[in-house]
């Protein structure tokens, strides 16, 4: 012990609930990257049609097929391919398109930002929406915003978001005017860039404010009903707002934090097919189109990065829970 | 050529209307031109035009734009004709107009064929276009990859002063047809090629066409400008031409209706098309078709290598109810394989077996049954042709299978060879030139289900035939065999539409083109913002 605390570097560091949840997570994140990697692989070769005469086209001689598939080894067994993208995949080479001979890094470092920029803003509207709509739900159940916010939720979670997309432009960009149809951000400044973004991120982010302004109202209903904590505040006088934002709430949030973090992967498919529709060129459309041309560097490339934003998300949503929680902490339910 | 985008050729295509071009279409034998005959009359100079493409079509240009390398070519013409500008191109009324060319002449009784080439001209990075520069390019583009690589009977291809001298081993009569769709009509800079690297010049390439490259991000949006030394005098009008790939007709009507696009090029959805007619911001020109929907059965495996079930799918089939009902008229009727906007235009071929039920259910009962499975390619008009299909020939007790392919799977079912009947698209601008005829018919193409070595010889002479009304008569007599042998059904001419706001105008754009291969190739250098554009 006494040898510990005189040698603090990376014994100290083992010692920290964090670090070690860290660490931890970081561990199993290695076998779930490994494993989407290689199912993404299998199933692309599960795929009906070649990957050369997909790429070469239908006037391609055998000639021409064989000499493209020599030059990209497509002939070898599945495993010696995979195993021989991953190995230089560990040695930071993703490897060239397929079908344009570009580096995949520079085709995800073109499209990657534009995506992370959309997904963001549909998770701040989304949760932006969320918060105050549910606590007032919450605050008066059966009230008219309770009601208004049941309805519009159901609504909200029926359709898809192909179609609210579809709805939106017609509302906000062909009648009004306000907002363009498309992704017209050319000139890279930040409120075009936001104009550009914003229907698309409401096609996304308002289906995720319905599910998750139902969830959070329920969880915090069932604090105020039932937690001794909230009849303690109460019986001190606390007035019911403030019951309600300082004591209820941040309870409640970890569930909210848990959906949020596992919603991820959904996000993502969603991002995919709103990128088509709103023409914005990110890594979904990218996907999208290496997945009709089997351009299979392009995409496990990017299901590669897209699976590495998943689990940080999903580790960073663990540090939130302890940072949020002091009676959390991590690693010291065994001792 | 990949589906979503593209088949192009197997993607079905090309409409019409009724056609200037039709029979009265010109393919000079001998032509020349100042270059810029489809006539802009005092277009608006200046502006910034954007143009969304399908992203399952022409919106698609996952290998770069390079004609040597782009398998996607003969879908992504405005790209290229806008980069590169062409040889030869085809103007209003089905004319064939020299262009960076500045003649085109057949000699040597129609084995040689001879481009000179436009002197002065300079791709937009300042260095010659030369003949030695085109011919170079044409014994590259001979062996690519590209649906669109000439497919042309070839012996050399030589340099010859201000001239490229093609030599044919036999008379072959569609060579200037051929070039408007084909990837020799794009010639890029061989200067900036190696300058760039083949990888670069992918995404950044060079040419000497209206317009050069500014920005480029791989089927998704490429940024044009004016180049200031295209050869023709005050052209093109617009200072900027950005295209910009979108999901599908839906996404593009709302981008035009909201401003953010002002032209549309490959609109096919009947509902839509209806309803941007009716939309006073917007103009909707129908274009000319040239490939007909076809239903193509393979004669060499059951049930269809057997006349009596060839004959019972003819009698079964309502193509004028699909035609009336499903698409109202919109797609005209045609019995062969040639379509109005095309070369030697027949609708009607004699004794041709219209919907007769009785005697497909006859036909049926005799056979003892028939069942078969139906292909098509994963596109929309096809898809619903396919459906009206099956019901139709249930009622005379066909049995249907229904399957709907990408392009990589539907090229592999042709090629396994194990397909029964697949509703397609068959011909092409001139029916010996590209996706023409002999793709879908003749004996040594994988895509065809006829293998018969005397429609291969009819075929081989009307292609070898200069005269335009021999030819016209021996392609009657092919169509009239095919029906004979009930090869194949005809059911009507499919083309898009193209859609634009107000105020803009161009060839292609607001008035009616041939298609070349799926869609017409709108010449952008004639597109304006106002004024009287095109013609």
């Not at chain 2, 898809?383 to 139709?392: D, G, V």
């Amino acid at each position: 012990m006494t040898d510990q605390a005189v040698r603090p570097g990376p014994a100290l560091a083992l010692r920290s609930p964090a670090l070690r949840l860290i660490g931890n997570r970081l561990a199993t994140a290695v076998p779930v990257l490994w494993g989407v990697t290689f199912l993404t692989f299998a199933v692309i070769q599960l795929l009906p049609g070649d990957a050369a005469q997909q790429l070469l086209g239908i006037n391609a001689t055998q000639e021409q097929l064989r000499e493209f598939r020599d030059k990209l080894n497509l002939d070898d067994s599945f495993l010696v391919r995979y195993f021989h993208w991953l190995g230089d995949v560990l040695t930071g080479n993703l490897g060239n398109s397929l079908a344009s001979d570009q580096p995949v890094t520079s085709i995800i470092s073109d499209g990657l930002p534009t995506t992370l920029e959309l997904l963001l803003y549909a998770l701040v509207i989304s949760l932006a929406l969320t918060v105050p709509i549910a606590l007032l739900a919450a605050r008066n159940p059966g009230g008219f915003v309770d009601r208004v916010g049941m309805v519009t939720s159901m609504a909200g979670l029926s359709v898809a978001n192909y179609v609210l997309a579809v709805v939106l432009v017609y509302v906000f960009a062909v009648k009004l005017g306000w907002l363009p149809a498309i992704y017209t951000n050319n000139t890279g400044t930040l409120g075009e860039l936001v104009k550009s973004l914003t229907l698309p991120a409401l096609s996304i982010g308002f289906p995720l404010f319905c599910f998750y302004t139902r969830l959070l109202r329920a969880d915090v209903l069932e604090q105020m009903q039932g937690e001794d904590y909230v009849v303690t505040a109460k019986a001190k006088g606390v007035g019911p707002w403030r019951v309600l934002v300082r004591h209820a709430l941040p309870n409640s949030l970890f569930g909210l934090l848990t959906i949020v973090a596992l919603n991820l992967g959904t996000l993502i498919g969603a991002t995919v097919i709103i990128e088509q529709i709103f023409a914005v060129p990110g890594i979904g459309h990218s996907l999208l189109e290496a997945i009709n041309n089997r351009d299979v560097p392009v995409v496990e490339g990017i299901v590669l990065v897209l699976a590495v934003i998943v689990v940080v998300a999903n580790l960073l949503a663990d540090v939130l829970y302890a940072v949020l929680d002091p009676r959390i902490r991590y690693g010291r339910s065994a001792s | 050529m990949r589906h979503r985008v593209k088949p192009v050729v197997l993607l079905c295509a090309v409409a019409g209307t009724v056609a200037l071009a039709a029979c009265g279409a010109k393919t000079n034998s001998s032509s020349t031109s100042s270059g810029s005959s489809t006539a802009a009359k005092g277009g608006k100079q200046g502006g910034s035009l954007t143009v969304v493409l399908n992203s399952g079509y022409d919106g698609a240009w996952p290998a770069g734009l390079d004609p040597v390398t782009n398998t996607n070519g003969a879908a992504n013409q405005s790209l290229m004709n806008s980069i590169y500008g062409q040889l030869i191109e085809l103007h209003e009324g089905g004319k064939l107009v020299p262009g960076l060319a500045s003649a085109f002449k057949f000699s040597n009784g129609g084995k040689t064929f001879t481009l000179t080439i436009r002197p002065g001209v300079k791709f937009s990075d300042g260095t010659p276009f030369t003949a030695q520069v085109v011919a170079d390019h044409i014994n590259k583009v001979l062996k690519s990859p590209c649906t669109c690589r000439p497919t042309w009977p070839v012996k050399t291809v030589k340099a010859s002063g201000d001239d490229v001298v093609i030599d044919f081993a036999a008379v072959y009569a569609p060579a200037a047809a051929s070039f408007i769709d084909s990837n020799a009509n794009w010639v890029p800079s061989p200067t900036a090629f190696k300058k760039l690297g083949e990888r670069k010049f992918r995404v950044m390439p060079v040419g000497a066409g209206p317009f050069t490259v500014v920005s480029d991000k791989l089927s998704s949006q490429i940024v044009l400008k004016r180049n200031p030394t295209y050869f023709k005098k005050g052209r093109p009008f617009l200072d900027q031409l950005t295209f910009k790939s979108i999901g599908g007709d839906e996404a593009a009507y709302q981008a035009l209706q909201a401003g953010q696009a002002q032209a549309y090029e490959n609109l096919s959805t009947p509902s839509l098309i209806d309803q941007m007619k009716k939309d006073p911001k917007l103009q909707v020109t129908q274009q000319l078709s040239t490939s007909p929907y076809n239903i193509q059965l393979n004669t060499n495996a059951p049930p269809f290598n057997n006349p009596k079930a060839r004959e019972a799918i003819y009698y079964a089939t309502d193509s004028e109810a699909i035609r009336s009902k499903l698409f109202q008229n919109r797609y005209p009727s045609t019995q062969g394989f040639t379509a109005p906007g095309g070369l030697f235009f027949s609708a009607d071929v004699p004794g041709y077996r219209t919907y007769d039920l009785a005697k497909a259910k006859a036909l049926v009962k005799e056979l003892g049954g028939l069942k078969t499975q139906l292909g098509t390619i994963n596109v929309l008009v096809a898809k619903q042709t396919t459906q009206a299909l099956a019901s139709q020939w249930a009622q005379a007790g066909i049995k249907t299978d229904i399957k709907s392919y990408d392009l990589g799977p539907l090229i592999q079912a042709f090629q396994s060879k194990k397909w029964t009947a697949m509703l397609q698209t068959a011909g092409s601008y001139d029916p010996a030139a590209g996706v023409g005829v002999a793709f879908r018919y003749a004996s040594q193409s994988p895509f065809s289900g006829v293998h018969d070595k005397k429609l291969d010889a009819m075929l081989g002479q009307a292609a070898g035939t200069l005269d335009q009304g021999q030819r016209k008569t021996l392609y009657d007599q092919a169509a009239k065999y095919m029906n004979d042998k009930a090869y194949s059904p005809f059911l009507f001419a499919f083309a898009p539409a193209s859609a634009a706001a107000k105020g803009v105008t161009g060839p292609g754009l607001t008035t009616a083109l041939t298609a070349v291969v799926v869609t017409p190739s709108i010449l952008y250098d004639e597109v304006s913002m106002g004024g009287g554009g095109s013609a």
